[in-house]
């Protein structure tokens, strides 16, 4: 494979890691793209299989790379198998790198201390949240900062459909030695305990995407329900059912107006907060990537007026007095009713089944469920 064509241009593979581990639908990798203030080129960090994979992605950064293993409490093989990652820029003690792992714990990093150990390294968490699974043993599926919090806050979820929102103490952190210790005999930080938001929890796997502006939730569930709820208060403001079987992805736009969600129907939908229905076709554009366990890579921009109604409204909003809905009552679209829309781009990628896709001005980054990994940059930009 060498590369992929865009209306933009060419994209180029310029970095490759192979498949470590077999197929797992119940652990996919992901990535984060991390910007630090101390470093010139932003930082990816993958979550495997049995360990992170930090790789730079600058030009000639080929082997600035590592893998560190994260581990949380108990014996076996769930303790040490991340299953979902997160940063946040705005924390201020420079603990900003969450990691849920198959076991339900979330540890808490730095990512500066990751990129500080060598490869192979073992990293101490400074905190353990739903430590030995006390709240729910189940998986981690997302895990998410909540914007404008400082590093304070941030939610959880997981495969049994529970969904938490962790607040922790501030200012007990700053001693620059947590950022490099290695030392598990050192007390992790205390924490405050946390909120199970009943109201958001359902009863099956779902996964969760924060808004640009942290004011809202979008949960995208194996039953098929995209349910969109403001943050704190928990009331549901939008939302969809799916046309066929679950939803897997989720993702928001920037300006937090568009929510499209994805998974077993092989459907892309767009839904808008502007009009509360799935968008349809229009003059406006909305571009987006993803990809799937049938190995390929699809770009596509979807035109609605929803896009372009949403541009013209003004950013400052508040869901305070919106009646909450119901999203046991959402339906379906029937497949005739729905604004159906082809891929720009249509390519298989890797011989191995992929599960997420991850896209910044200059990179385009996918992971498979066996820990493999494709770096794709502009024509132009070298390894």
């Known amino acids: 494979m060498q590369g992929v064509l865009t209306p933009e241009g060419r994209w180029s593979l310029v970095a490759e890691r192979r498949t470590s581990h077999p197929f797992n639908p119940e652990t996919p990798s992901t990535c984060v793209i991390c910007h630090l203030p101390d470093r010139k080129a932003p930082v990816a960090v993958f979550n495997l299989p049995r360990a992170l994979f930090l790789c730079a992605l600058s030009p000639g950064a080929g082997s600035d790379s590592r893998l560190v293993e994260v581990r949380g409490t108990g014996p076996g093989p769930a ?51 739903n430590e030995a699974g ?10 998410q900062w909540i914007p404008g919090t400082n590093g304070g806050s941030f939610i959880a979820t997981h495969a049994d459909g529970a969904f938490h929102a962790y607040h922790r103490i501030l200012g007990q952190s700053s001693d620059k030695w947590l950022l490099h210790r290695t030392n598990s005999e050192v007390e992790p930080l205390k924490m405050v305990p946390h909120r199970t938001m009943s109201a958001l929890s359902r009863g099956c796997s779902v996964i969760a995407a924060m808004s640009p502006a942290g004011d809202a939730v ?36 920037a300006d937090g107006y568009l929510v499209a969600a994805g998974g077993e129907d092989d459907l892309i939908t767009v839904y808008s907060l502007v009009s509360k229905a799935v968008a349809a076709r229009a003059s406006a554009s909305y571009r987006l990537a993803s990809v799937g366990q049938d190995c390929q890579l699809l770009l596509w921009e979807v035109s609605a007026p929803a896009v372009r109604a949403a541009t013209r409204t003004h950013s400052v909003r508040s869901w305070r007095g919106v009646k909450s809905l119901d999203p046991g009552s959402f339906a379906a679209l029937r497949r005739g ?16 089944p992929l599960s997420s896709v991850t896209v910044s001005e200059q990179d385009v980054l996918l992971s498979s469920y066996g820990g493999g990994i494709l770096r794709l940059c502009r024509a132009g930009r070298t390894q």
């Open 79 to 129: 303790t040490a198998s991340p299953t979902c990652v997160a940063f946040t820029p705005e924390a201020q003690d420079g603990l900003d790198l969450l990691v849920g792992m198959a076991s339900g714990e979330v540890l808490l990093l730095s990512l500066a201390g990751c990129l500080a150990q060598p490869n192979g390294g073992k990293p101490v968490p400074a905190a353990i949240y």
């Open 134 to 143: 006390v709240d729910t043993p189940a998986r981690a599926v997302s895990v």
């Open 218 to 253: 979008a949960l995208a569930g194996r039953d098929g329900r995209l349910a969109i709820h403001a943050y704190p208060t928990g009331a549901c403001i939008g939302g969809f059912k799916s046309y066929y079987g679950g939803l897997t992805c989720v993702a928001w736009s």
């Open 337 to 352: 009713d729905m604004p159906l829309v082809g891929p720009l781009v249509q390519q298989r990628m890797t011989a191995d």
